[in-house]
Every structure is written in C-alpha cells, then in structure tokens.
C-alpha cells in the first residue's frame, strides 16, 4: 500500500508557532505548537521546531511520506525564503528560514507571509476553489491582504506585493501611529487593536454609557468589544460599524486595481460577521466606480479560523506540486 503523502504547514506568529501535517484533501492529521518566543536565536527555534514535527509524525497511525514544508509567517518573502524586518518576531533584520530549515531536509521548503499564505488555501481548499480572482483579507492583530490575478497570486518585483494594510486611508502627521513607523495605514483603524482605538475615541467623544468603560486599555479587546455590541452596547455597534466603513472605502479601491469576483474576510475580526460586513459591503458599493457596482462578493472565508494558517501554508507546497 503507498504511503499517504502529506505537507507539513507552519504558521510563524509572535507568540506561538503551529503546524500541522496535512493530506491532499485539506484532512490535518496531527499538529502541534512551539512557543516562538521562547527562542532568542533562531538558530536554537528551527532546531526545536524540526524535532517538535518530528516527534509529532509519529503520533500518525498511517504510514506516510512528508513530500516539502510550506511556511506562512509576517514578511515572508518567497523569492528569497526570508522573514523580512518582522515587527512582531524575536529575531531581527533578514533571517534566512528557508536555508535554515534546509539544515534538516533536502525537501521543498517554501516560505510566504501568512496572508498570502492564506489567498493560496482560500484557492485550494476553500471558497474561492473555481475562481481565477479574487482577495484575501486577513483581520487579526493587523490586516494582511492576498491578491490572485487570473489564477496567479500576485508576489511582485521584490515579493513582497499586496501590502494592504499598510496603505494610508488617512494621510497627514495628526493620525494613527502605525507599527511600521508611518502614520495613517489602514490597520490601524481596521484591525482587532484598531478596532479597540477606535472604540476608546468614540468613548472619548460621548457620555453616554456602557459596558466596556470598566475595562482599562490593556484588559480590552477584540472579543470584548464584539460581545457588547451583540448584547446591543451602541458604542460598541458604533466601533464596528466606523471599522466596517473604512474598510469598505479601501475595497472600493481595491476592486478598481484588480476586478476581483469576491473579496473574502479571514480573521477574528471577521467572525463579527453582519457587524463587520454589513458595513464594509455598504461603503464599498457606495464608493464604487459604476461598472463595478453590484457585481463584486464579500464572502466570510471558507477556512476554519482554528486551521486555516496551517492549511494555507500547507498549500504553498500542493500548488507547487500542481504545476
């Protein structure tokens, strides 16, 4: 009997690192998690986190091959196998994963940011499966984008293209500090920690009450704030729906450079659902060039928010395969 083949995802996040083993199918068998910021060096990380997937192998009753490791992480660039100047990680400046993976397999190791990690397991696995264009955005901490044009995702001359959080909604030195030293960036008014600045503005321009006052600025988050505005909280409603709007302005322009057919929201942001997309759908279609109105999807992501960065990296080795 063959052995089953399966690809090893890996998801790079600040605090933990998770993978899993998954078949051709989207099935994840088994998985596990490192903490990433456990390592100072990331010399001793790939090290720990090679020995972790391997003692995880074997917890798989089926006899199986590992055919290449794909590996989503923040400034993944896949040109070059590197994580590039990554706020959110250990390590500093240019680390050279993929060469360092290398160390351990002379199997395909292919390396993206998670975003883009993400548009390719939409594609495979998920709800963009018969569609040749289309984006990605991803809501977490930050907001990431993918863009797939005529079935191809788009990495750009340096591979770092679809950088979409990082465009200015708001120009001009008096807005929002960002994390990459510039000021203004969509994420940080759509975003799980820019909806929370924006809730404590709109808290800090009324009086009127709410449940989410007795939480300092630390103690609140994402999750808090969706919950009140479920149970009716207005400033809370009035959070989301100010996000769902600048979002949706952005789109408007993002379907003017690509004329996706859908655009899909991944994220825990995204998981507020009619809260989120109401909003954003209105505002895109509100500022939408008129060739292009009624004829663009808002889709929540098909992908389970629990695997979908495993499967997305997952996928970067399956769609290599299928060339």
Request: net charge neutral; aromatic share 8%.
């Amino acid at each position: 009997m063959a052995k089953k083949q399966l690809v090893v995802g890996i998801d790079i996040g600040g605090t933990n690192t998770v993978f899993g083993f998954v078949d051709r199918e989207g099935n994840i068998l088994a998985e596990d998690r490192i903490k990433t910021a456990h390592y100072e060096k990331i010399e001793e990380y790939v090290a720990a986190l090679y020995e972790k997937i391997m003692v995880t192998q074997l917890k798989i009753k089926d006899e199986n091959e590992i055919i290449g490791f794909g590996i989503g992480a923040p400034m993944g660039n896949i040109n070059k196998g590197t994580i590039e100047y990554a706020a959110g990680l250990p390590w500093k400046g240019i680390i050279p994963i993929a060469d360092l993976f290398k160390r351990y397999t002379s199997l395909p190791v292919v390396v993206t940011n998670d975003a883009n990690a993400a548009a390719v397991g939409e594609m495979i696995y998920g709800g963009a499966r018969k569609m040749k264009n289309f984006v990605v955005i991803t809501l977490g901490t930050g907001l990431g984008s993918g863009f797939v044009i005529d079935g191809k995702l788009v990495y750009g001359h340096d591979g770092f293209a679809g950088e979409l959080g990082h465009t200015a909604i708001r120009p001009g030195p008096s807005n929002r500090e960002c994390g990459c030293g510039r000021k203004g960036c969509l994420e940080t008014y759509v975003s799980a920690t820019g909806l929370k600045r924006t809730l404590l503005k709109v808290m800090a321009d009324s009086i009127q009450p709410s449940e989410l006052r007795k939480f300092s600025f630390d103690e609140l988050d994402a999750e808090l704030i969706h919950e009140a505005a479920k149970r009716g909280d207005d400033l809370a409603k009035r959070a989301f729906e100010h996000t769902g709007r600048m979002l949706g302005f952005k789109l408007a322009d993002v379907v003017a450079h690509t004329n996706p057919e859908a655009i899909f929201l991944f994220g825990g942001l995204a998981l507020a659902k009619e809260l989120i997309f109401e909003p954003a759908k209105e505002f895109m279609e509100e500022n939408l060039l008129h060739i292009y109105k009624g004829k663009v999807k808002l889709l929540p992501s098909e992908l389970s928010t629990q695997n979908a960065a495993v499967l997305g990296a997952s996928s970067l080795i399956w769609s290599i395969k299928e060339l």
